[in-house]
C-alpha cells in the first residue's frame, strides 16, 4: 500500500481504510501549536478543525479568553485519518506510532513558541505517555519532541461531553502566557493518634478563640469507608 502521507506507515495502521484529512502545512511565523488526536468525520471532509468542528471553536474561544490572538494559533493532528474513537487502546497506539514521523516533521516545520496537547492521544503521540491527569499538573514542561515549552491539557470534546473539563482547558491554556503561581510549601503535621488529635484541635480552637482573625484549619479525616469525608 502506497503512504497517504510521506513517512507514515499507512500499511500498519489500523487506520487505513478510513477517511484521510491532509494536514496543512505548517507556518513557522505562527507562535503556538494547538496538537489534538485524530480527525472527526466533519474535520475529514471539510478540514480545518479550528473552524469547522465544535472542539476547534471552542479551543479558539479559550485562547480568545486567556489573551492568545486567533492569528497566533494553528493546529494539526497526531494522525491524519478518521476514526480514532473506534479503536481499541492498543490499536490507538499503533496508528499513533504509525503516523508519529509526519507529525513530528509538521512540529519540527511549525517551530512554535508553545506547544498545547489536547487529550490522551496527542500526549501519547508527543509525550510518549497518554496519562493527562498526571500530566496536566504544574507549568510547561519542555519536551524532546517538541524542544519547546508543552503543556497537556484535556481535549476540548471531553470539555463538550463534561462541563467539569472546561475548567481545566482554561487554565491550561491560560499556561501559554501567564506565569505560574508561586508555590508556597505548606504547614503541616500528620496525626495517626486519636488523643493527639483530640488534643490538637482542641489547642486550635482555644487560640481560635483569643484571635480576632485566626489561621485556618485544614482538616483531612481518613476513615475506613471508600471516601474521606
Same mark, same amino acid.
Given at each position: 500500500?502506497?503512504?497517504?502521507?510521506?513517512?507514515?506507515?499507512?500499511?500498519?495502521?489500523?487506520?487505513?481504510?478510513?477517511?484521510?484529512?491532509?494536514?496543512?502545512?505548517?507556518?513557522?511565523?505562527?507562535?503556538?501549536?494547538?496538537?489534538?488526536?485524530?480527525?472527526?468525520?466533519?474535520?475529514?471532509?471539510?478540514?480545518?478543525?479550528?473552524?469547522?468542528?465544535?472542539?476547534?471553536?471552542?479551543?479558539?474561544?479559550? @485562547?480568545?479568553? &486567556? $489573551?492568545?490572538?486567533? +492569528?497566533? !494559533?494553528?493546529?494539526?493532528?497526531? *494522525?491524519?485519518?478518521?476514526? =480514532?474513537?473506534?479503536?481499541?487502546?492498543?490499536?490507538?497506539?499503533?496508528?499513533? @506510532?504509525?503516523? &508519529? $514521523?509526519?507529525?513530528? +516533521?509538521? !512540529?519540527?516545520?511549525?517551530?512554535? *513558541?508553545?506547544?498545547?496537547? =489536547?487529550?490522551?492521544?496527542?500526549?501519547?503521540?508527543?509525550?510518549?505517555?497518554?496519562?493527562?491527569?498526571?500530566?496536566?499538573?504544574?507549568?510547561?514542561?519542555?519536551?524532546?519532541?517538541?524542544?519547546?515549552?508543552?503543556?497537556?491539557?484535556?481535549?476540548?470534546?471531553?470539555?463538550?461531553?463534561?462541563?467539569?473539563?472546561?475548567?481545566?482547558?482554561?487554565?491550561?491554556?491560560?499556561?501559554?502566557?501567564?506565569?505560574?503561581?508561586?508555590?508556597?510549601?505548606?504547614?503541616?503535621?500528620?496525626?495517626?493518634?486519636?488523643?493527639?488529635?483530640?488534643?490538637?484541635?482542641?489547642?486550635?480552637?482555644?487560640?481560635?478563640?483569643?484571635?480576632?482573625?485566626?489561621?485556618?484549619?485544614?482538616?483531612?479525616?481518613?476513615?475506613?469507608?471508600?471516601?474521606?469525608?
Amino acid at each position: 500500500m502506497v503512504s497517504k502521507i510521506e513517512g507514515a506507515h499507512c500499511d500498519e495502521c489500523p487506520l487505513r481504510s478510513n477517511a484521510f484529512c491532509t494536514p496543512k502545512a505548517m507556518r513557522s511565523d505562527i507562535p503556538y501549536l494547538f496538537i489534538g488526536g485524530g480527525p472527526s468525520i466533519t474535520e475529514a471532509y471539510k478540514g480545518d478543525f479550528l473552524t469547522t468542528t465544535d472542539a476547534g471553536k471552542l479551543t479558539l474561544s479559550v @485562547a480568545t479568553f &486567556n $489573551g492568545i490572538d486567533r +492569528d497566533h !494559533i494553528q493546529y494539526t493532528s497526531s *494522525v491524519c485519518c478518521a476514526g =480514532m474513537a473506534d479503536l481499541s487502546a492498543r490499536d490507538k497506539k499503533k496508528a499513533i @506510532a504509525c503516523c &508519529n $514521523g509526519p507529525l513530528f +516533521d509538521r !512540529i519540527d516545520d511549525a517551530d512554535p *513558541v508553545g506547544v498545547v496537547l =489536547m487529550g490522551a492521544d496527542a500526549a501519547q503521540a508527543v509525550a510518549g505517555d497518554s496519562r493527562v491527569t498526571a500530566l496536566r499538573v504544574g507549568p510547561a514542561r519542555t519536551l524532546a519532541a517538541t524542544e519547546t515549552p508543552t503543556i497537556v491539557t484535556v481535549s476540548p470534546w471531553a470539555c463538550i461531553a463534561l462541563e467539569r473539563n472546561f475548567q481545566f482547558f482554561v487554565t491550561d491554556v491560560g499556561k501559554l502566557v501567564n506565569d505560574p503561581p508561586p508555590f508556597e510549601l505548606p504547614n503541616y503535621n500528620v496525626i495517626t493518634d486519636k488523643y493527639d488529635a483530640l488534643i490538637a484541635v482542641g489547642a486550635w480552637l482555644k487560640d481560635a478563640r483569643n484571635q480576632s482573625a485566626p489561621q485556618p484549619l485544614v482538616l483531612d479525616i481518613e476513615v475506613a469507608m471508600e471516601k474521606d469525608i
